[in-house]
């Protein structure tokens, strides 16, 4: 019988595929949302928001390259902390996962409805006070079964298409980049002293970090990660893709801001301040502003190739993300099965569309969908930095291709930096994504229940540190300063001080409420790992 090959993914194209997802929707607006909120300092948020991101990355870069894995993100806290863990942050990441393939399609359909050529008036009425039309659902539908159908048929084909439209997506932004500073730049914009470089006080940096849509832009490295067992040599190369990626994206999301707040124009400016601007396509707009209708058409073109290509790239990490959720038998098996001939999980693929059409049914704009998106993969990333050193405490012996000495001290910090960032999306938007994250509890105890019979009390020892966290930051969210859709019952910055301190006793409890053991399948996976 003739063995089957089975089609491994190179570095070069993992890279593409991550900046494929990182570079989506989001720096088509954020640039401009991010200037009306916080002036120049949008410059420090988009710092700030890689920063975030990269220190949380480098927690589970680590386990990644300890166990590679397709799906790998949905099963590291089990390894650790046992199934209930294991299950309320594979399923926080998964939510956050399939809901970013209809909001990337949602997001073409309504920048498609914008476009201002004659021949595109009958794309105009799909969308309506800012919400998908019947007419316009049919589109969305449309486009995320050509998502899935790409991903369908084999690795390669995807990883083709990904490759091809990644390249456009970087080059884009550069040619955007260099033609706003060339054709129009005003040094003067940035300020001349910390008041006018920070017109709206500091707590609109982080405002803008969360609501800019600056955190979800770069929160997509989970991409290599999750398909680290279909890579080429994955305990070195998932460490140098998210690297590589992560740098690549910050430095064009940082340039883009930069080139944005050069191009306005100083009369705009004095009439009504950086609150006052508010473009309908950002980019595209200041191009025609300054004679560039040439730009202004690719921007429009690339407005429906950067949602359409990120939407392809989810569709593949969310599929794993589900076939490796099945792992733990308390998701029905038949999801992760894989096809034989490419070895991807097809019926998964088939289950995300099927969710993936109720949810924009629900949610019909993109940032209703961008809310529940940002929130849960906050929560789910709190797992990470706890995960990696619960398990240097329990098994130091484990193979780790990547064990950076400052982890120690990168952990925490990460930890802190994502409730913040959790803190960052407002009432009631936190209580909203804890409450979608709960759905999945009745299926888990349905299965734990009738097949597993689990030990209850192992389970919330090592699981209670998290649901308390997120009772806590339910509150606090409610209580906090009013900047951040609080009651101001605890006044900023002094709602940062709280969130720290507690935070920083939560990252303890949760490191030291491990399992006794590692989980027995992981060093199952550690064990092919190459040094």
């Not at 969305?140 to 298409?161: A, E, G, Y």
């Not at 098996?333 to 049914?361: C, E, K, S, T």
């Not at 409730?419 to 509890?441: D, E, K, N």
Request: charged content about 10%; glycine content about 8%.
């Amino acid at each position: 019988m003739k063995k089957l090959k089975v089609q491994k993914i190179s570095l070069f194209s993992g890279i593409m595929l991550a900046l494929n997802s990182l570079i989506g929707s989001g720096w088509l607006f954020g640039a401009g949302t991010a200037a009306r909120v916080a002036g120049p300092a949008a410059i420090i948020s988009w710092v700030l928001g890689a920063v975030i991101i990269i220190s949380i990355a480098l927690t589970y870069v680590e386990l990644g390259a300890m166990f590679p894995e397709s799906g790998g993100m949905s099963r590291y806290a089990q390894y650790s902390h046992g199934q209930l863990l294991g299950f309320i942050a594979a399923w926080a990441n998964w939510i956050s996962l399939i809901t970013l393939v209809p909001m990337e399609a949602v997001a073409s359909v309504q920048y498609m409805s914008s476009w201002p050529w004659s021949w595109a008036n009958w794309a105009h009425h799909f969308m309506k006070n800012g919400n998908i039309t019947g007419a316009g659902m049919w589109v969305v539908i449309l486009f995320m079964l050509v998502f899935t159908l790409i991903n369908f048929w084999s690795v390669k084909l995807m990883t083709r298409f990904t490759n091809l439209i990644s390249v456009f997506k970087i080059v884009l932004p550069s040619l955007t980049i260099l033609m706003l500073v060339v054709a129009g730049f005003h040094p003067a914009n940035f300020g001349h002293s910390v008041g006018t470089f920070m017109p709206y006080g500091s707590r609109s940096i982080f405002e803008a970090a969360a609501v800019s849509g600056i955190i979800m832009s770069y929160d997509a490295f989970q991409t290599i990660i999750n398909m680290g067992g279909e890579m080429v040599n994955p305990h070195k190369n998932i460490v140098r893709g998210v690297l590589i990626s992560m740098i690549i994206t910050a430095v064009i999301y940082i340039m883009l801001q930069v080139a944005f707040i050069g191009a306005i124009d100083p009369a705009m400016l004095a009439k009504g301040g950086w609150h006052g601007i508010n473009f309908t396509s950002p980019f595209a707009d200041i191009a025609i502003l300054l004679g560039m209708n040439w730009l202004a058409i690719l921007l429009y073109m690339d407005a429906f190739v950067s949602p359409f290509g990120t939407g392809v790239a989810f569709v593949a990490t969310a599929s794993r993300a589900l076939a490796a959720m099945t792992h733990t038998k308390h998701l029905p098996q038949w999801l992760g099965r894989l096809a034989r001939r490419y070895m991807i999980p097809r019926f998964a693929m088939v289950a995300d569309f099927v969710l993936a059409v109720i949810l924009v049914n629900t949610f019909r704009n993109w940032s209703l969908l961008a809310t529940v998106i940002t929130g849960s993969t906050l929560i789910a990333y709190l797992t990470g930095p706890v995960t990696v050193m619960a398990l240097r405490k329990m098994r130091p012996d484990l193979k780790r291709p990547f064990a950076p000495k400052y982890m120690s001290w990168l952990a925490p910090v990460a930890f802190v930096l994502a409730s913040l960032a959790i803190y960052w999306t407002m009432w009631p938007t936190t209580i909203q994504v804890i409450l979608v994250i709960t759905l999945g509890l009745p299926i888990y105890l349905y299965y734990e229940f009738r097949y597993h019979h689990t030990a209850w009390g192992i389970q919330l020892k090592s699981s209670a540190w998290l649901l308390c966290y997120l009772i806590f930051i339910s509150i606090m969210s409610y209580a906090g300063s009013e900047g951040f859709g609080g009651q101001d019952w605890v006044k900023y910055p002094w709602d940062f001080v709280v969130i720290i301190v507690v935070s920083l006793l939560f990252y303890w409890w949760g490191t030291h409420s491990h399992l006794p053991e590692v989980d027995h399948v992981a060093e199952e996976v550690n064990q092919r790992v190459k040094l």
